[in-house]
T-cell receptor, first 119, second 119 residues
């Protein structure tokens, strides 16, 4: 299984709602990522989890709250979003090279994304 | 820090014509380079990557890219395009320091090039 799945595909929410985006992979990857992509723009990194611990937070507002409950799952909890948060939210995963000093790159596999609209 | 410049935001071509999508990068350290493709309403798919070794890399669907260190470029080429190649193409760079335990990698994307293949 070389797939990253994301649910839901589409989400419409009001500014007072609380919702969650889900991402799942069964490739044994221990690094997982959230990206935000606005229309006609490249993806922007939001968060990185490595071995279920938050390793990178790109100064994302607190209305976005990531969670990694286990090595296969990554959630993004949304609360009190603004209309400008409407975007495609992409999840990705990659393997990691535990215990090695050698430089290595681990390819990121992307999911299809969740199209979020905030009214 | 790394940065990526994709010089053309849009490239229209006719079917069966050759195409080149340009990518230049800036980095003070050695880099890994990637081309991702994004079809409409989908996530990103890795097209090809340069990690080390031969500077010419190829994908299974006829694309190739050449890493040119002196010109800091990684242009994407295809000798004969199909209508199905219509998509957004993102060049990306990653630079990681040798770190014990490996870990996650941060990708920096260019702004993207919209390739439109017309009949």
């Amino acid at each position: 299984d070389t797939e990253v799945t994301q649910t839901p595909k589409h989400l419409v929410m009001g500014m007072t709602n609380k919702k969650s985006l889900k991402c799942e992979q069964h490739m044994g990857h221990r690094a997982m990522y959230w990206y935000k992509q606005k229309a006609k723009k490249p993806p922007e990194l939001m968060f990185v989890y490595s071995y279920e611990k938050l390793s990178i937070n790109e100064s994302v507002p607190s209305r976005f709250s990531p969670e990694c409950p286990n090595s296969s799952l990554l959630n993004l909890h949304l609360h009190a979003l603004q209309p400008e948060d409407s975007a495609l939210y992409l999840c990705a995963s990659s393997s990691t090279g535990l215990g090695t000093w050698r430089r290595s790159y681990n390819e990121q596999f992307f999911g299809p994304g969740t199209r979020l609209t905030v009214l | 820090a790394q940065s990526v410049t994709q010089l053309d935001s849009q490239v229209p071509v006719f079917e069966e014509a050759p195409v080149e999508l340009r990518c230049n990068y800036s980095s003070s350290v050695s880099v890994y380079l990637f081309w991702y493709v994004q079809y409409p309403n989908q996530g990103l798919q890795l097209l090809l990557k340069y990690l080390s070794g031969s500077t010419l890399v190829e994908s299974i669907n006829g694309f190739e890219a050449e890493f040119n260190k002196s010109q800091t470029s990684f242009h994407l080429r295809k000798p004969s395009v199909h209508i199905s190649d219509t998509a957004e193409y993102f060049c990306a760079v990653s630079a990681s320091s040798p770190v014990r335990g490996g870990g996650s990698e941060k990708l920096v994307f260019g702004k993207g090039t919209k390739l439109t293949v017309n009949p």
